[in-house]
């Protein structure tokens, strides 16, 4: 299987609160903060790696992983540590952050899918940063795809995946036929989440718990590994950004602190300051 | 001048979900810079029951559609008819669910679309619709325009009150359904695994009781007493759920629910930065939690510093003589 895995750097999501707004209100400003990959794409890249490597001791690789980043030169980090973690190839797409909403993400994917053919494209179900959710779904609409978002769980068949997906109500089951679009949500880096045909054919095969961390003699191998960089320009053909930031302001902070001495103390409270129950 | 289109969800026995009304609300802010009427879609197997309790939020009109294809949703099924009935408006809006956003993204993208999703408000600026959106797990409000002849949005429940009905009878108009694209046929529905509660739902509770880690097996059996006793939605923090001692479904957070009851009752959470995106919307937010230096015990407006296995118990017993 060969599958296509997007990737966005974000602004430490750990440390989010941290994020400044610029004095004249007109800028995120994330300085100090560093540069990570967005936590849902590496949980993407890990399904991939899942998807395409057999359940043997040693596991070896079967099938082809490729990243993809849209930003700048500093991105090259980026991909080559997902190189490292053991994609194959890596492209990226030279633009700065300012030039980029999700639509044209989105047509710029597409634009690679066309000359990748991956037979699925995973992504992150949304990025930590904007927290938009929206370039899967408009890629899969692109492309005439099908797609699974919020996977928590994928599980491959003969030409189609059997995706188990998070939504409000419980756990819901789709079949997609491939080429398909799949986003991931947390659970999907789960032990027993993510199933090729080859790691299936093993008998209570597991995979580790979380994403995988590369060795060291892999992160100088993939130094070497290929890096291609393609101009936006020549992927969206003549769209133009249509959405525009026009101010940022921090919620209203709330006046929390206050503690309570015991249970008695905080029924009363409950009861009759707050009228809450 | 443009009109705005709402996108009613069902449940999946076709019933009217009452997330559909944060949309309505969403699209009532809107009109002073659209500067038309909104108009409800509502698309489903049989829809005609949830089309008539729309007659009376003030849509011009409410559009069904009805098809057995639609009885199970998925978006490659819905979007062409959605998308379909959607040119003819200046923003199209659902309530930021599960359904929600899945299926408005794809139909931006059919109608080549700039999207705003999961936004917190909109707001006439200028005659333009100006979207504030929740960034950086709740840490910055962005207020973002659409420069395309069509807009879609989501909207966040819990910052957008339940449209009240206002009376009158909206007309109710029956559209053609629009043959899906070739997608369609290469996605099958399989199950649903439903989560059975007579509790209520985490978006609509108004009192919640949510644990954490702390808690191991014993989630359900020292929270259960306590959400029943206060008639409220269980919840959990992220590490809760990774650790299996809570369902998927169950996590409040910047990528789970997010939730503003009157009352929120963190039991063993700590409070990472995703945990509070998820709930720092609620009107009091109490806090039990053995570490002094709890994140989540700066938010509180009642933090009591104990153990929660002996203060869930004792708080339930307070309650019952009360009661």
Redesign the interface.
């Known amino acids: 299987m060969k599958v296509l895995v997007a990737l966005k750097r974000v602004?430490d999501?750990?440390?989010?609160?941290k994020?400044r707004?610029s004095p004249s209100g007109d800028a995120?400003d994330t300085t100090g903060l560093e540069w990570k990959t967005n936590p849902?794409d590496e949980y993407a890249l890990e399904a991939a790696l899942r998807l395409t490597e057999n359940g043997k001791a040693p596991k070896k690789r079967e099938g082809e992983v490729v990243v993809v980043t849209l930003g700048p030169k500093e991105c090259d980090t980026l991909l080559r540590s997902a190189l490292a973690t053991g994609a194959d190839r890596a492209i990226r797409i030279e633009c700065t952050d300012a030039e980029l909403?999700?639509?044209l993400v989105?047509l710029a994917l597409k634009a690679i899918v066309d000359a990748e053919k991956p037979d699925l494209i995973l992504l992150g179900?949304?990025a930590?940063?904007?927290?938009?959710?929206?370039?899967?779904?408009?890629?899969?609409?692109?492309l005439?795809?099908?797609?699974?978002?919020?996977a928590?769980t994928i599980k491959e068949e003969d030409g189609a995946l059997?995706v188990g997906?998070?939504?409000?109500?419980?756990?819901?089951?789709?079949?997609?036929?491939l080429p398909?679009v799949v986003t991931v949500?947390?659970?999907i880096v789960?032990p027993s989440s993510v199933y090729s045909k080859l790691t299936q054919a093993e008998p209570g095969f597991k995979h580790g718990d979380g994403v995988r961390f590369a060795p060291l003699p892999a992160i100088m191998a993939a130094k070497k590994k290929p890096l291609d960089v393609k101009p936006l320009g020549d992927l969206v053909g003549g769209a133009?950004?249509?959405?525009?930031?026009?101010?940022?302001?921090?919620?209203p902070q709330?006046a929390?602190?206050?503690?309570?001495k015991?249970?008695?103390e905080?029924?009363e409270?409950?009861?009759n300051v707050?009228k809450?129950? | 001048m443009s009109d705005a289109l709402v996108i009613a969800e069902l449940s999946e026995d076709g019933k009217l979900k009452k997330s559909t009304l944060s949309a309505i609300t969403f699209a009532q802010r809107a009109l002073p810079a659209l500067g038309g009427s909104f108009s409800i879609l509502v698309l489903g197997a049989s829809p005609a029951a949830a089309a008539s309790e729309l007659t009376g939020y003030g849509a011009a009109k409410v559009l069904t559609c009805a098809d057995p294809a639609f009885a199970q949703y998925t978006a490659e099924q819905f979007t062409a008819t959605v998308a379909a009935v959607g040119k003819g408006f200046g923003l199209i809006v659902a309530t930021a669910t599960s359904f929600g956003k899945d299926l408005l993204p794809r139909v931006a993208a059919r109608l080549d679309a700039a999207y705003a999703g999961d936004c917190a408000g909109v707001q006439a600026e200028g005659g333009k619709l100006v979207y504030k959106r929740p960034m950086f797990a709740g840490n910055a409000y962005g207020y973002c325009t659409l420069g395309t002849p069509i807009q879609v949005a989501t909207a966040r429940q819990s910052e957008l009150d339940a449209a009240a009905p206002s009376g009158g009878s909206s007309p109710i108009e029956s559209v053609a359904k629009v043959a899906p694209a070739a997608a369609a046929a290469r996605v099958e529905f399989v199950s649903l695994e439903a989560v059975k509660s007579a509790r209520p739902e985490l978006g609509e509770a108004r009192v919640i009781v949510s644990g954490g880690r702390a808690l191991k097996d014993k989630f359900m059996e020292v929270l259960e007493p306590l959400a029943d006793a206060l008639g409220a939605a269980l919840g959990a923090s992220r590490a809760a759920v990774d650790a299996g001692y809570a369902p998927g479904d169950f996590q409040v957070g910047q990528t789970g629910k997010i939730v503003a009851p009157q009352l929120y009752v963190a039991i063993g959470i700590s409070g990472a930065i995703q945990h509070i995106a998820g709930m720092k919307g609620s009107k009091v937010i109490v806090a039990i939690n053995k570490d002094p230096e709890a994140p989540i015990f700066q938010l509180a407006d009642y933090g009591l510093v104990a153990d929660l296995f002996t203060a869930v118990p004792a708080l339930l017993t307070e309650l019952k003589k009360r009661a």
């Open positions: 602004a999501p750990d440390n989010a609160n994020v707004i995120i849902f909403d999700g639509r989105a179900k949304q930590v940063d904007g927290d938009s959710n929206q370039v899967g779904q408009r890629l899969a609409e692109l005439d795809y099908p797609m699974a978002t919020f928590a059997l997906r998070e939504v409000d109500g419980g756990l819901l089951t789709l079949r997609v036929k398909a949500d947390l659970r789960s133009k950004l249509a959405t525009q930031y026009v101010k940022f302001e921090r919620p709330r929390g602190g206050a503690k309570v015991d249970v008695a905080l029924v409270k409950l009861a707050s809450v129950i």
